[in-house]
């Protein structure tokens, strides 16, 4: 009996063994994906505003991205200041970009996991 418990365990753990080697891969590809949108000037459109690691012509009205992972380990913050910013900073210049539906909530997502690589 203990040879018959012993195949679901090691089968359970091959599944997460296999689930977490994959999780990368998607991660980079997220975060691509994230770059393309952040870049695209008719989308997410941050080089306007701010300088980014490997982009063209960035503008320098908000911070330089940079770090991001470190200020803002709690990826719901980094993704409710892209959604609406105003929130918590009535004065701010950063657009509304969920609340003006300038960007899907998962288009938010890819650009945070973008975010966070830098």
Do not use: G, I, N
């Given at each position: 009996?203990?040879?018959?418990?012993?195949k679901p365990a090691l089968l359970l753990a091959l599944v997460v063994l296999a689930g977490s080697a994959a999780r990368p891969a998607w991660a980079q590809s997220t975060a691509a994906e994230g770059q393309k949108l952040a870049f695209d000037r008719g989308k997410g459109n941050c080089l306007t505003c701010h300088v980014i690691k490997g982009g063209d012509l960035p503008g320098t009205i908000g911070p330089e991205l940079k770090d991001l992972k470190a200020k803002y380990p709690d990826r719901n913050e980094l993704a409710a200041i892209?959604?609406?910013?105003t929130k918590r900073n009535p004065q701010t210049m950063m657009p509304p970009f969920g609340r003006n539906r300038i960007?899907?909530?998962q288009e938010i997502n890819v650009i945070v996991d973008f975010l966070q690589t830098l």
């Open positions: 009996m203990t040879a018959f418990l012993r892209l959604f609406d910013e960007l899907t909530e």
